[in-house]
């Protein structure tokens, strides 16, 4: 089964197959499934937001996020970039995510991009980051979920730079339409992507 992508609004997203629920980044929730597993770019509060973290958690949830994570989850597991590891039939990859040149998401925190891997079905959520030359590692991805909306991320036309960087069969603009970024930014990014863009529709 092609595992299925809902975008949640911003960069928050829940990824489900027959039998899993993957949210990346819950943030502003209104209901929806309990997670399996959730996983945690970097601990900004649109992306690290604890109400949101209970929301879609269970008891069993399993929490990934970066080393910052400060104590007092339930079920929390830190990763670094370039760390690997299975959680829940899943193998997950942290790869950098930082801003060269701006002060937003320092390289020294070591926040997190993911490589989410099911069944071989592979999907790359950037997490806030620039055009970065260690985006030329991560490979084989089948939908990349990547920032357009600019100040604190990359603009329509480097999100475009690195979707040739990455080579993803299909690219999802996110980081648009709520604190930064506007449907044309998204519609900037499809226009000059040279793979398959789909913009996703906000889903409950």
């Avoid at 980044?25 to 309990?34: S, T």
Wanted: net charge negative.
């Amino acid at each position: 089964m092609v595992p299925k992508i809902k975008w949640l609004g911003h960069a928050s997203f829940r990824i489900e197959t027959d039998n899993k629920t993957i949210y990346i980044d819950p943030w502003k929730l209104k209901g929806g499934k309990k997670a399996d597993l959730i996983l945690i770019t970097h601990t900004h509060m649109d992306h690290f937001n604890e109400d949101d973290i209970k929301k879609a958690s269970g008891p069993d949830t399993t929490i990934i996020c970066s080393m910052d994570a400060k104590d007092g989850i339930r079920n929390l597991i830190r990763m670094s970039p370039g760390e690997r590891r299975e959680e829940e039939g899943i193998m997950i990859e942290a790869h950098r995510a930082y801003n060269p040149t701006k002060e937003f998401h320092p390289k020294e925190k070591n926040w997190n991009g993911y490589v989410v891997d099911i069944g071989g079905y592979r999907i790359y959520h950037s997490g806030d980051t620039d055009v970065i030359p260690e985006m030329k590692a991560v490979r084989d991805i089948d939908v990349a979920l990547l920032p357009v909306g600019g100040t604190y991320t990359m603009t329509p036309e480097e999100a475009a730079e690195a979707v040739s960087m990455i080579k993803p069969k299909k690219a999802v603009p996110m980081h648009w339409g709520d604190i930064v970024g506007s449907r044309d930014d998204a519609e900037r990014f499809k226009k000059l992507a040279d793979c398959e863009v789909e913009i996703l529709k906000i889903q409950e």
